[in-house]
Structure formats: structure tokens, C-alpha cells
């Protein structure tokens, strides 16, 4: 059965340094896509980035980059230049299969909470 | 920036009470979906749907319902709410295309507390 794993409930960091959130997966699905969202105190999930099981390259959006090892079915998002507004809660998501005509239904992982000090 | 509405943002009710909560997204999608999420823990996928008329039940039993009536719109109702019902509930919409990433796009969320 399809599952995501993040296995650490919590992480800090200080502000301007890099930080790692790690996710692990696992499907029997060739095809498939990962995402990672954040989700502030406020509540709504705002979509970071995407690796699509195919891709080539490692996923970047800005200070987000994604370090997608298929090997080992990991999936980290690594942030570059931590700042006070990155504070939050941040959850890796799977789809098994295409999205188009599929369910494009995600399975979420618990999540890591990242607090950035000054 | 997503266009997608949640009311009401923050709920408190009694135990037995009828309640619909409203979803609406302005961006033609024909897939919308609801999560139910407990404080600092991860989405479960309670229904979806993939247009008008078409509802599903998701991974996570529930005893809320939906209906699809118009492509915009994809209200959640519990008939007679239980304090076992107190949580946050995520509306969330994605459109029906090929190009990646096709991500969902999410609402602010209702916060649901059931005295």
C-alpha cells in the first residue's frame, strides 16, 4: 500500500541557514508524483514543489529544491536561506499514477514542524 | 493565487446540530475534494469528486456527505454533529489536465469545534 513517512515531528533552524525535511515513500506504482506543502498557523496548504517520478532532475522553485533520490524512495525538500516566515508545518503528499483522467487523489505524510529563530 | 472559499473559517456548535459547510472554487476545476485534519497531524481524504454529480467516498470513513450539483460548489453536511466530529476540514479543487503538476489548490480551511 502506498505510504509517506516523515519521521521527524519537529526541526529547527537558525535564520539564513539551510535546512532538510526528510520524506520517504513507498508505492509499487512506476508512475507517480510528490509534492510538498506548507501549511502556516492560519491554516490553508500552500503547493512548494513537485517531482514527478520521471523527471531527470532534481525539482527547484526559488529557496526550495527538492532532493529526490528514486533508489531509496526518498523525497527531501531542502529550503536555502531559512527565513522567519518559513515557520510552519510542511507535509510531503504522493499521487500514484497520472493525473489526467486518474483520481489525482494524495496521501499525505504527518508532517514536520519548522521553526525558524532568529 | 488560488481562488478557492471556505465558510464559515471558524465553527462552534452543539452536539446534534445539522451543519453544511460551504466550498466553492472560481476556477472551472472539475476535481474538488475534503480533508479532515486533526490539530498538527496529517489530511485524510474524506470524499471527492471528479464532477457534477459525481461523489466518492475517500480513504478515511466519515459521516459527513457531499453533493455536486453545480461545478463550482461542493458543500459537506453533517446531519446531527458529535464532538468525535471536532477537527479542521480542508476543501481542495485540481483541474482535468495532462501538463504536470496539476497540484491541488486548497481553501483556508473551517475549523469545527462540537461541544
Known amino acids: 500500500a502506498q505510504k509517506i513517512t516523515q519521521t521527524q515531528p519537529g526541526m529547527f533552524v537558525q535564520e539564513k541557514e539551510a535546512v532538510t525535511l526528510d520524506c520517504t515513500y513507498d508505492?509499487?506504482?512506476?508512475?507517480?508524483?510528490l509534492f510538498w506543502y506548507k501549511q502556516p498557523s492560519s491554516g490553508e496548504m500552500i503547493f512548494l514543489i513537485y517531482?514527478?517520478?520521471?523527471?531527470?532532475q532534481n525539482a527547484t522553485e526559488g529557496r526550495y529544491s527538492l532532493n529526490f533520490q528514486k533508489a531509496r524512495k526518498s523525497a527531501n525538500l531542502v529550503i536555502s536561506a531559512s527565513q522567519l516566515g518559513d515557520s510552519a508545518m510542511y507535509f510531503c503528499?504522493?499521487?500514484?499514477?497520472?493525473?489526467?483522467?486518474?483520481?489525482?487523489?494524495?496521501?499525505f505524510g504527518a508532517g514536520t514542524r519548522l521553526a525558524v529563530h532568529p | 493565487e488560488a481562488d478557492i472559499y471556505q465558510t464559515p473559517r471558524y465553527l462552534v456548535i452543539g452536539t446534534g446540530k445539522k451543519i453544511t459547510l460551504e466550498c466553492s472554487q472560481t476556477?472551472?476545476?472539475?476535481?474538488m475534494y475534503w480533508y479532515q485534519q486533526d490539530p498538527g497531524m496529517e489530511l485524510h481524504l474524506i470524499h471527492y469528486?471528479?464532477?457534477?454529480?459525481?461523489?466518492e467516498k475517500g480513504d478515511l470513513s466519515s459521516e459527513s456527505t457531499v453533493s455536486r450539483i453545480r461545478t463550482e460548489h461542493f458543500p459537506l453536511t453533517l446531519e446531527s454533529a458529535r464532538p468525535s466530529h471536532t477537527s479542521q476540514y480542508l476543501c481542495?479543487?485540481?483541474?482535468?489536465?495532462?501538463?504536470?503538476?496539476?497540484?491541488?489548490?486548497f481553501g483556508p480551511g473551517t475549523r469545527l469545534t462540537v461541544l
Open positions: 469528486s471528479y464532477g457534477v454529480n459525481s461523489t
Open positions: 481542495a479543487s485540481s483541474d482535468h489536465r495532462d501538463s504536470q503538476p496539476n497540484e491541488q489548490f
Open positions: 517531482q514527478g517520478s520521471y523527471d531527470q
Open positions: 508505492t509499487s506504482d512506476p508512475s507517480y508524483g
Open positions: 476556477m472551472g476545476h472539475d476535481k
Open positions: 503528499a504522493m499521487r500514484e499514477g497520472p493525473s489526467s483522467g486518474g483520481y489525482n487523489k494524495l496521501i
